[in-house]
């Protein structure tokens, strides 16, 4: 039964599809289903247009998206002019980011691998080979890699605003905040990717590595979800988990997780649960800027979590109190949910997008209510990150 059963349903049949062949089958979905193969590919089957047609044609998947070509770096570098600091978008733990051209005039991101360790290589193939075969409108698209020598490069397509990061704890105070409504319209595309990784993927794709850093947007704010380097594909059979060395980002590792190895679905429900947590609060999952007690914002909302009352204090001061209060609580009892210490106890991504849409649905239309004495003790209120600004950002970068 759905965890949301007071919101309205939707549509209870989704097709999965095979990473491995990518064939489809029309097993219904279910609270236990897994597939029953396990996917074995290199990365050169990126090319084979294997689980490419048949994944086209499902509901949400991107019907441009081919398969990724490979690219030689002498293209690479002419595409950044030389990798120009000026073209740089950032950096993460990977290497470098850069804005590039294509000789076919198509703007895109190049990240290119530092050769700091063993690690980054095989999240290279990782990365190669999950978005490879898994092609949706809210995953990032991987247009081609580059193998050439020891060079390790992915080419994306480009999303012109930035990371959901960028927006949330951005620097600029004159520019306007996310919106509620643009809030909740992220949150349901990420958890219409995430349920695309869990519910149609054949077997399930574990992401691993959800975080506002890694949620991408398009000019329209519509998000995609990036980085699938430590993507694992998910138990098969009679398993409930996988065991992995424990991966992530510290704030947003689901507890289990982090204390076993022991990766399940549910993990990535939990870090979910903290990206709504920052949709809802404007500020960081780890913030060392913080007072002690602050800085780890899941253990700080427990307390706001559990009181009804208290909801409304952990919205984040930017919105100034533009939000409808009965979405709020709909949105907070949802995080609650995901956030859970068992996960036995996390609703299934499913559930979480039927939810999540009906509040959009609702979102729209009661944005302009106003809440008077929104959050008379976050102190984010004084806080210098939560700057957050939907704005033209990026929209301006220039390709030089
Ligand atoms: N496809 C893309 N289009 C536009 N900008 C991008 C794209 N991919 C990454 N970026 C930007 O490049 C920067 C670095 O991204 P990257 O994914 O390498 O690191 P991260 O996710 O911030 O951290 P880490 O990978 O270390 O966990 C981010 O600011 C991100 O917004
Ligand atoms: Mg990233």
């Known amino acids: 039964m759905s965890c949301f059963s ?8 989704v097709r999965r599809i095979d990473v491995e062949n990518g064939k489809r089958s029309s097993s219904r979905h279910s609270a236990d289903s897994s597939g ?9 089957d990126n090319d084979s247009g294997k689980g490419k047609g048949a994944m086209n044609d499902n509901k949400g998947n991107d019907p441009k998206s081919s398969g990724a070509r490979s690219f030689t770096f002498r293209e690479l570098a002419a595409a950044t002019r030389g990798f120009k600091e000026v073209n740089l978008l950032g950096e993460g733990g990977f290497g470098k980011v850069y804005k590039g051209r294509l000789e076919t005039g198509q703007v895109v991101a190049i990240k290119q691998l530092n050769h700091d360790g063993l690690q980054g290589f095989q999240e290279f193939i990782v ?3 999950m978005l490879s075969l898994l092609h949706h ?29 960028d927006h949330l704890f951005g620097l600029q105070p004159e520019k306007e905040p996310l919106s509620w409504s643009s809030r909740i319209k992220i949150a349901v595309g990420a958890a219409r990717g995430l349920e695309y990784l869990h519910c149609q993927a054949n077997p399930p794709v574990i992401y691993r590595d959800l975080k506002s850093a890694n949620i991408l947007l398009d000019n329209d704010f519509n998000p995609k979800l990036s980085d699938f380097g430590l993507a694992k594909l998910g138990p098969v059979g009679d398993n409930t988990h996988v065991s992995t060395r424990v991966m992530g980002t510290y704030g947003y590792c689901a507890p289990e997780y982090a204390m076993s190895g022991k990766l ?4 990535d429900i939990y870090g979910f649960g903290v990206v709504l947590l920052e949709l809802i609060t404007g500020r960081r999952a780890i913030d060392c800027n913080k007072r002690q007690g602050e800085q780890n914002l899941v253990s700080w909302s427990r307390p706001f979590l559990k009181d009804r009352r208290k909801f409304v204090q952990l919205v984040d001061p930017s919105l100034q109190g533009r939000f409808p209060v009965r ?21 299934l991504i499913s559930d979480i997008v039927v939810a999540l849409e009906y509040l959009a649905s609702q ?11 929104p959050s008379p003790q976050s102190p984010s209120q004084q806080g210098s990150n939560v700057s957050s600004r939907e704005s033209d950002y990026r929209t301006s ?4």
């Open 363 to 373: 979102s729209y239309t009661s944005e302009n209510s106003r809440v008077r004495d």
């Open 6 to 13: 007071c919101l309205s349903p939707r549509r209870s049949v």
């Open 264 to 267: 399940t679905l549910k993990s």
């Open 397 to 400: 970068t220039t390709y030089e």
């Open 137 to 165: 409108s809210n995953l990032v698209t991987l247009i081609g890699y580059c193998t050439d020598g020891d060079q390790r490069l992915l080419v994306y397509e480009f999303m012109p605003m930035g990371s959901l990061e």
């Open 127 to 129: 990365e190669v080979l």
């Open 36 to 44: 029953s193969r396990k996917g074995k590919k290199d990365t050169h």
């Open 327 to 347: 979405c709020l609580h709909h949105a907070v009892a949802i995080t609650a949910m995901c956030l859970q210490e068992q996960p036995t106890f996390r609703p």
